[in-house]
């Protein structure tokens, strides 16, 4: 019974990253699928990687994908938004800021619940 609820949490972690990656392909139908697979496994997993590990993360999805960089797809307009709405929260929207929010709304999109 443990072995299957490993596999089975194991399994979630991939149907996640291809929920993301299939929302990847269907809105940039021309990007080749290695492409929408590396965005999408980088791009659903940066959020909850510690800085400490990011060198060791990065290292690994460029093994997996060679001489691959693939730009993370923005939503201008949102990140307006996000800007707005922390200037008016006299908050600093700085870039860093502005991106981990992003990241936030990326994640609860595949998640129901962050804990």
Known sequence: KLWFQRCVWGLRAIIFVLVVASALKRSDRGRPETEVLMRALRDFNIPK?????????????????????????????????????????????????????????????VRHSVF
């Open 49 to 109: 990687i510690i800085t400490d590990d990011m060198p060791v993360f990065m290292g690994l999805i460029g093994d997996l994908f060679p001489a691959m960089d693939v730009p993370r797809k923005r939503d201008l307009d949102n990140e307006a938004a996000i800007k707005r709405a922390a200037l008016d929260l006299k908050l600093q929207p700085e870039d860093q800021f502005i991106l981990k929010v992003v990241q936030f709304e990326e994640l609860l999109a």
